[in-house]
């Protein structure tokens, strides 16, 4: 049985916790493949566990819903109130610095 250390939310992403984000991250939106594209090439190296939880719970969202948010045509509360959270909110501010 294997056990898993526990993390610190303020700990850098390992490796493998990239490799899966990266592969979560994939869309079907052109538009944001790009802005996620250019959000690892610029923070990549520096992810910290709480900024990929926030990145995962965005990438739950429908393709159309992420790109308004890219876009700040919607708030993060009139996609989904849950998401309303600071993980969520940092990775977004970050995710627009790539615009």
């Known amino acids: 049985m294997e056990t898993r250390a526990v993390t610190h939310p303020e700990e850098l992403l390992d490796e493998r916790g990239l490799s899966r984000l990266k592969w979560r991250c994939r869309r079907g939106l052109l538009e944001n493949d790009i802005f996620i594209e250019r959000f690892f090439r610029r ?47 940092e990775v977004l501010g970050m995710l627009r610095e790539t615009l």
Not at 48 to 63: F, H, I, N, P
Not at 78 to 86: F, M, S
Request: proline share 0%; aromatic share 2%.
């Open 43 to 89: 923070f990549e190296s520096g992810l910290t566990v709480k900024q990929s939880q926030g990145l995962s719970a965005l990438m739950e969202l429908s393709d159309n819903d992420l790109l308004d948010l890219h876009l700040a045509r919607k708030t993060l509360a009139q996609v989904d109130a849950g998401l309303d959270r600071d993980d969520v909110r």
